[in-house]
């Protein structure tokens, strides 16, 4: 299940947690939901890991501080370390080899 973040209080509480997946993306962005289906459905590790949607036309501070220039972009955090990022073009393998060796 994919949790939204709604408020940016809300923020540093979820990327504090030991591994959790932020996709930053817009309440018109069509490719969004398609990055999120095919993460959610093909990959081998995407149940070890917390998921969060952030809409960042709702949350401009996000935007701002975490650097968003297009969307979709997936962040994977640990411990509010940045250990991923990627924007528009996914390396679905590099993802499920990061979460494999994080929850391994």
């Given amino acids: 299940m994919v949790n939204v ?3 940016y209080s809300d923020v540093e509480k979820v990327i504090n947690k ?3 997946m932020v996709i930053a993306k817009t309440h018109t962005c069509y490719s969004c939901n398609s990055i999120a289906s095919i993460l959610d459905n093909s990959m081998n590790h995407f ?3 917390d998921k969060y949607n952030i809409y960042v036309d709702d949350i401009d ?3 701002g501080e975490y650097l ?3 969307v979709p972009t997936v962040l994977i955090f640990s411990e509010g370390k940045e250990l991923l990022r990627q924007s528009r073009y996914f390396d679905y393998a590099k993802i499920d080899r990061l979460i494999e060796m994080f929850t391994n």
């Fill in 18 to 20: 030991e591994l959790v």
């Fill in 5 to 7: 973040i709604e408020k």
């Fill in 68 to 70: 968003i220039f297009s």
């Fill in 47 to 49: 149940d070890k890991i």
């Fill in 61 to 63: 501070q996000f935007r």
